[in-house]
T-cell receptor, first 116, second 113 residues
Framework: DQQVKQNSPSLSVQEGRISILNCDYT??????FLWYKKYPAEGPTFLIS?????DKNEDGRFTVFLNKSAKHLSLHIVPSQPGDSAVYFC???????????????FGKGTKLSVIP | SQTIHQWPATLVQPVGSPLSLECTVE??????LYWYRQAAGRGLQLLFY??????ISSEVPQNLSASRPQDRQFILSSKKLLLSDSGFYLC????????????FGPGTRLTVL
């Protein structure tokens, strides 16, 4: 049972345009969401996060939107740059699952290619 | 600033051989530590986490084990590797009380032949 789903394994976007990466979740107890960026043969790096008490968080070119009723979040990158080409992982956690609060549940990732 | 190290970076091992991957964190005390595996075509799967020396919790039953002999050292081991153990192994840490934000090491690429 995949609790965090990234249904698009890959996405190609022209440089300068907007990249939109989507993530859906099924566990209504999730209350904190993160996006990680990963280059090949490297560990993921934290990009941006959002708490369930918010519906939007912005950091420079990166904005994350959260729609709790739809159990959906998205990452917008504007404008997209070739250096943004990487795999993006969506992750979720819950503060209410006891020992499970240490666990981040990750999606399978979306490979973003920004074309110059 | 905090840094996290993993070694080796790559490893090729025969089936049935033992495994020891090491992770160390610098610049912080009493971190929470995690081992993840990323297998081909799959997301990141949490294998073990630790909130202190000698305290290990396993999330997924398997032939792997973890140990935390020191505050900032986390070791992933196996007595006999399986083909299915191939993957990219990532160590991560989070500050105590801030488990939501985890910071990852560079990873170890393990190939079991």
């Amino acid at each position: 049972d995949q609790q965090v789903k990234q249904n698009s394994p890959s996405l190609s976007v022209q440089e300068g345009r907007i990249s939109i990466l989507n993530c859906d979740y099924t566990n209504s107890m999730f209350d904190y969401f993160l996006w990680y960026k990963k280059y090949p043969a490297e560990g993921p790096t934290f990009l941006i996060s959002i708490s369930s008490i918010k519906d939007k968080n912005e950091d420079g070119r990166f904005t994350v939107f959260l729609n709790k009723s739809a159990k959906h979040l998205s990452l917008h990158i504007v404008p997209s740059q070739p250096g943004d080409s990487a795999v993006y992982f969506c992750a979720a956690s819950s503060a209410y699952s006891g020992a499970g609060s240490y666990q981040l549940t990750f999606g399978k990732g979306t490979k973003l290619s920004v074309i110059p | 600033s905090q840094t996290i190290h993993q070694w080796p970076a790559t490893l090729v091992q025969p089936v049935g051989s033992p495994l020891s991957l090491e992770c160390t964190v610098e610049g912080t005390s009493n971190p929470n530590l995690y081992w993840y595996r990323q297998a081909a075509g799959r997301g990141l799967q949490l294998l073990f986490y630790s909130v202190g020396i000698g305290q290990i919790s396993s999330e997924v039953p398997q032939n792997l084990s973890a140990s935390r002999p020191q505050d900032r050292q986390f070791i992933l081991s196996s007595k006999k590797l399986l083909l299915s153990d191939s993957g990219f192994y990532l160590c991560a840490w989070s500050p105590p009380g801030r488990d939501n934000e985890q910071f990852f090491g560079p990873g170890t690429r393990l190939t079991v032949l």
